[in-house]
């Protein structure tokens, strides 16, 4: 089988812009889950829906694979998953290693998501001695010291970084150094890469302050609905102790001609 050290994707070549790169993986989650439930085609309406994308964004994303579907048919499910699989560079095996066991590096080792989807955890390396040897999701751990050596032996050239924020430039040159040219990175930290070095930065805490953020718009929102409505409901009750109420004879005086109390 092939590996990710003399194949790689043919996206750019072929002129596919990066947000149509970016939506393809949304494509071809959402096929995936029709091809398991033995749905034929989909129509790009439905497609998009699923994919949370509208359906002319669709088709020009389509667009750029060559794919444009039958009319009153839709797209063949089947094929898309094949032909977005190929543009993705998933027909093929890539290894990738994953440096910083903690709870993070596990929970990714133990993800089973990567075989389906065209990746192999070839290695998982932690710089704990007490951590070597130890198996997680099966595969044992091995030190840092060997990083370069197992990049080269398993033809590595996509690796995940789990490791602190400290840790995390000084193993992305390793990387690099040891012929990496992609990078997934977990760490709460911006690495700096050489040209021809791409990275992807996953940062949770990140994501989740922008959450804080439209919770915090909603709440407001929210607030200033309930005391504009609590002012609109109090406006009857401040007119009358204004002498404004629908009651004409609160406003007039004692001779019903003008009111009790004059301006000063």
């Known amino acids: 089988m092939a590996t990710g050290r003399t194949h790689r ?62 009319r009153g048919v839709g ?15 998933l027909t093929q095996d890539w290894p990738v290693v994953i440096v910083g066991i903690g709870n993070l590096g596990a929970a ?6 990567f075989a389906s989807r065209g ?11 007490a951590m070597a040897g130890k198996p997680v999701a099966g595969i044992p751990v091995q030190h840092t010291d060997d990083l370069e050596r197992i990049i080269k032996d398993n033809g590595v050239s996509i690796g995940v970084i789990a490791t602190p924020a400290g840790a995390a430039q000084q193993v992305c ?36 302050q922008i959450l804080a953020f439209h919770e915090q718009r909603k709440a407001g929102e929210e607030t200033a609905m309930e005391t504009a ?15 404004t109420s ?5 406003d007039q005086g004692p001779d019903g001609d003008v009111p009790a109390v004059m301006p000063a």
Not at 9 to 16: D, E, K
Not at 75 to 89: A, H, K, M, N, T
Not at 246 to 250: P, R, Y
Request: charged share 20%; aromatic share 6%.
């Open 246 to 250: 629908d009651d004409d004879s609160a």
């Open 173 to 208: 040159d390793r990387l690099v150094t040891a012929g990496v040219t992609s990078i997934l990175n977990f760490a709460p930290t911006v690495l700096s890469v050489p040209d021809g070095v791409d990275v992807r930065k996953v940062d949770l805490s990140i994501e989740l």
């Open 75 to 89: 797209y063949d499910v089947e094929y898309l998953v094949y032909q977005i699989s190929r543009e993705l560079g």
């Open 9 to 70: 994707p043919a996206t750019r070549s072929r002129g596919i812009p990066e947000a149509t790169v970016a939506r393809l993986p949304l494509y071809l989650r959402a096929l995936t889950a029709l091809s398991e439930r033995s749905v034929p085609t989909v129509s790009s309406e439905e497609l998009a829906a699923a994919a949370g994308v509208n359906s002319a964004k669709l088709r020009k994303d389509f667009s750029y694979l060559g794919s444009y579907g039958t």
């Open 229 to 243: 409505v609590g002012d609109i409901g109090s406006l009857p009750a401040a007119a009358a102790a204004h002498g």
């Open 108 to 113: 990714l080792a133990n993800y089973g998501g």
């Open 119 to 129: 990746f192999r955890v070839a290695a998982l390396i932690d710089a704990d001695p």
